[in-house]
C-alpha cells in the first residue's frame, strides 16, 4: 500500500520569505514525500503563537519555522526559539527553526552568485541586489518580489545550495543559515527524519 504523504508546515516570518518558499515550493524539487504547506506568521513575533496553534491543532506531522535572525544582539530570533522551547518544555528549537542572518534576501541572491551580505538593510542591499536579479531600488515590493522570484529555476536552485554550504550554520555568525538542512530534508524520499525530530517534541 502507498504510504501517505508526510504533511510538513514551515511557518514564515512574513511576505517575502512566504513569497520565496511559495517560488521554492513550485520548482518541483521537493520529493513526493512529502506535502508541503506554507504559512505566512506576518512578522517574527507571531511565530510562537502560530507555531502553537498549528502544533496543537494537529495540522501537520511536522512544523517548523523559517525567519531572519535580524541584526546581533538577535533578541527577537532568541526569544522564538525559546518561547517554542518553553511551549514544549525541553530545547527542541535547534532542529525545527531555520534562519537567516543576517535575512533571507542573503538565501535568495545565492541562486545568482556567492554574496556574503553584511545588513539586513534593503538601502544597504540594494546595489548587489539589482547588480545579480536587476530588480532597481528593492523595498520588497509586491511587485519587486515577484521579478526576482520568477528567476528562480531548477538550474540555479542548486547553485543557491552550494553558496550555502560555504556558509556557517552559527547563527550568531554574518552572514549565516542552515535553511540547507530543511532542503535537504524535503529532497530525502526516506521521510523518516520527520518522526524522528517528531518524537523530540
Excluded at 528549537?93 to 542573503?106: A, L
Aim: net charge positive.
Amino acid at each position: 500500500m502507498k504510504r501517505r504523504p508526510k504533511r510538513i508546515t514551515i511557518i514564515c516570518e512574513g511576505y517575502e520569505e512566504f513569497d520565496y518558499l511559495m517560488a521554492l515550493l513550485h520548482l518541483g524539487l521537493w520529493d513526493s514525500a512529502y506535502t508541503v504547506r506554507i504559512k505566512n506568521a506576518k512578522s517574527l513575533t507571531n511565530i510562537p503563537p502560530v507555531y502553537q496553534s498549528e502544533f496543537q491543532n494537529d495540522n501537520a506531522d511536522l512544523i517548523v519555522a523559517f525567519c531572519d535572525t535580524e541584526l546581533s544582539p538577535y533578541e527577537q530570533f532568541i526569544s522564538v526559539c525559546n518561547k517554542i522551547d518553553r511551549f514544549h518544555a525541553k530545547k527542541v528549537s535547534k532542529h525545527i527553526v531555520f534562519f537567516s542572518n543576517p535575512c533571507t534576501m542573503q538565501i535568495q541572491l545565492s541562486h545568482f552568485g556567492a554574496v556574503e551580505l553584511e545588513t539586513n538593510s534593503k538601502h544597504r542591499n540594494a546595489p548587489v541586489i539589482r547588480a545579480l536579479t536587476g530588480v532597481d531600488n528593492y523595498r520588497a515590493r509586491d511587485e519587486q518580489r515577484r521579478q526576482i522570484n520568477k528567476q528562480l529555476t531548477r538550474e540555479n536552485y542548486y547553485q543557491m545550495k552550494s553558496n550555502l554550504e560555504h556558509l556557517s550554520r552559527d547563527f550568531r555568525v554574518r552572514p549565516s543559515t542552515n535553511f540547507i538542512t530543511l532542503l535537504n530534508y524535503l529532497e530525502n524520499p526516506d521521510p523518516s527524519w520527520v518522526e524522528r525530530i517528531a518524537r523530540r517534541l
